[in-house]
């Protein structure tokens, strides 16, 4: 998953996630970490089209790596800290 292209995306995608508030500008100075950020958000931070964020967007949602939030008629998305360390703790273990 991270030694492809697509790997290195979502990769980013979480790293950014980690500290959004560092990496996006909060318009109404909301806790983007509590909050989410939106696909466009992420798309326009990475230079890539909306559609190829929200796809990479998909993937690690269905993986359980993120979390979603809906208000009004945007997603936003943010980390689900827990899970990623339990998938961290299967790669440290050798599966």
């Known amino acids: 998953m991270t030694g492809t ?3 290195r995306v979502r990769q980013t995608i979480l790293e950014l996630l980690k500290d959004p508030s560092a990496h996006f500008p909060a318009p109404y100075r909301r806790d983007l970490a509590e909050t989410g950020v939106t696909a466009r958000a ?6 890539v089209p909306r559609r190829t964020a929200l796809a990479h967007l998909d993937f690690l949602t269905r993986l359980g790596l993120l979390r979603t939030r809906r208000t ?8 689900d ?10 790669f ?4």
């Open 81 to 90: 800290e827990i899970r990623i360390a339990e998938v961290a703790r299967v």
């Open 42 to 47: 992420l798309a326009a931070r990475l230079g």
């Open 5 to 7: 292209p697509s790997g």
């Open 72 to 79: 009004c008629w945007r997603t936003r998305y943010r980390r």
């Open 92 to 95: 440290e273990k050798g599966w």
